[in-house]
């Protein structure tokens, strides 16, 4: 039997209906804004969704274009063995954590899991925006880099899961040398008694991009402390020491010696020149392997870790972690954590083909012999520290560092780093 609507009814309905088109209208801004307009095109993988479509997904947040194809593979793989999509979404790099926690505290599209530098951790977990690792059973130092556990780590606790790293190391052209130096005083010996044929042939004995960080701070890194072993301890801060002070001596003078222009050698030119023959000794970061490879000088060449300075200053090379945070506001925590752990364990094995960056899972074993040196050159690094109060502490060391190069008091320069 058909029913009337009275008065007071049909004023419910058309309250309901202008509350939901107001909610549509907030729902298009708010994605509007969070994308930067529909110009802007950030959000590029995956789709903001409603609560009841994310009971069979996990959303997992990212900045860096680098995990477009991994997290695409991965999510193909996730679907078909465990029923639930990653909903990988691409969002702003400026102020990541910030909308990370706007977005926890609205309730509205909050991502279960999101990818970031593990210098970033310290922030991370002060704003209660983590939610620990406690499988011991996977992620120990027997599977994974030393490195990586440390990345992942913050006053004791794993905060996160371990992707993939970058890195520094050393490639020589066995065309012109079969001895791996184990010192940069083997490359100085090896400078001073080159023949003719070589002479004619080579431009540079030794070349790096002397602008970048993560080519420079080896020569530091021996006896640079800030952070202690996981970066999280404000008590550890060493900038001025006498060894410190004698590398950096040393750095300043391979400058004299092979005079690289900080001003005109990138790390594209190194690559390049290094394909080419022209250069003996190159420093290069994780992807200068497949780089080299696609090049079109075949040239041949050796990987070694990067050298000490001599028999009594060492070396220790930068490395960058990029981690996996599962969001303790996550609307499927169980499911979340599973997935950060299939990202950095079962999906280890293609990290390097579709990112360019090695896994930080150590018992991976490539065919590529190069890729495993860089593997041990990983386990000899060290991350960046976490600590807030470090600011942008890369940026400031960077600068430092191209002083020094340039001729600037050491002792001054490294003092600045203090302030």
């Given at each position: 039997?058909?029913?009337?609507?009275?008065?007071?009814?049909?004023?419910?309905?058309?309250?309901?209906?202008?509350?939901?088109?107001?909610?549509?209208?907030?729902?298009?801004?708010?994605?509007?804004?969070?994308?930067?307009?529909?110009?802007?095109?950030?959000?590029?993988?995956?789709?903001?969704?409603?609560?009841?479509?994310?009971?069979?997904?996990?959303?997992?947040?990212?900045?860096?274009?680098?995990?477009?194809?991994?997290?695409?593979?991965?999510?193909?793989?996730?679907?078909?063995?465990?029923?639930?999509?990653?909903?990988?979404?691409?969002?702003?790099?400026?102020?990541?954590?910030?909308?990370?926690?706007?977005?926890?505290?609205?309730?509205?599209?909050?991502?279960?899991?999101?990818?970031?530098?593990?210098?970033?951790?310290?922030?991370?977990?002060?704003?209660?925006?983590?939610?620990e690792n406690t499988n011991d059973d996977i992620f120990n130092d027997n599977v994974y880099s030393d490195t990586a556990i440390s990345a992942v780590t913050y006053k004791g606790r794993k905060q996160a899961y371990p992707l993939n790293f970058d890195t520094s190391f050393l490639v020589y052209n066995t065309a012109y040398t079969q001895n791996p130096p184990a010192t940069f005083d083997d490359i100085i010996n090896f400078s001073n008694s080159v023949d003719e044929t070589i002479s004619g042939l080579v431009e540079n004995i030794l070349l790096w991009d002397v602008k970048g960080l993560m080519y420079n701070y080896g020569f530091a890194g021996g006896y640079l402390e800030y952070g202690g072993k996981n970066g999280d301890d404000v008590s550890v801060k060493s900038f001025t020491n006498d060894k410190l002070i004698q590398s950096m001596a040393y750095y300043h003078n391979l400058n004299q010696i092979f005079s690289i222009d900080i001003n005109s050698e990138t790390y594209d030119d190194v690559i390049t020149r290094f394909s080419q023959g022209k250069v003996v000794y190159a420093i290069l970061k994780t992807d200068g392997i497949k780089r080299l490879e696609e090049a079109e000088g075949q040239v041949?060449?050796?990987?070694?870790?990067?050298?000490?300075?001599?028999?009594?200053?060492?070396?220790?090379?930068?490395?960058?972690?990029?981690?996996?945070?599962?969001?303790?506001?996550?609307?499927?925590?169980?499911?979340?954590?599973?997935?950060?752990?299939?990202?950095?364990?079962?999906?280890?094995?293609?990290?390097?083909?579709?990112?360019?960056?090695?896994?930080?899972?150590?018992d991976i074993e490539y065919e590529n012999s190069h890729l495993n040196v860089i593997l041990n050159q990983y386990d000899k690094s060290v991350n960046l520290p976490k600590l807030m109060e470090a600011g942008d502490f890369g940026a400031k060391l960077e600068s430092v560092l191209n002083q020094i190069w340039q001729g600037a008091d050491i002792q001054q320069s490294l003092s600045s780093l203090e302030r």
């Open positions: 039997m058909h029913m009337g609507i009275n008065k007071r009814e049909a004023s419910g309905i058309l309250a309901a209906i202008i509350l939901m088109l107001i909610m549509g209208i907030l729902t298009v801004l708010f994605t509007n804004w969070l994308t930067g307009g529909t110009d802007d095109k950030t959000m590029t993988q995956g789709v903001m969704t409603s609560s009841e479509v994310k009971k069979n997904e996990v959303t997992v947040w990212y900045y860096n274009d680098e995990f477009t194809p991994f997290l695409d593979a991965a999510n193909v793989i996730y679907e078909k063995e465990c029923g639930i999509k990653l909903n990988c979404i691409k969002v702003k790099e400026e102020n990541y954590l910030e909308s990370v926690n706007e977005h926890n505290i609205s309730g509205i599209d909050i991502p279960d899991i999101y990818i970031m530098n593990s210098s970033m951790l310290e922030k991370a977990v002060l704003a209660g925006l983590t939610e041949g060449y050796n990987t070694v870790v990067l050298p000490d300075l001599n028999g009594e200053l060492t070396t220790r090379a930068l490395s960058v972690t990029n981690v996996a945070v599962v969001n303790p506001y996550a609307d499927n925590g169980d499911k979340a954590e599973n997935a950060a752990e299939f990202l950095s364990y079962d999906m280890a094995n293609i990290m390097y083909e579709s990112t360019g960056k090695l896994s930080a899972k150590k």
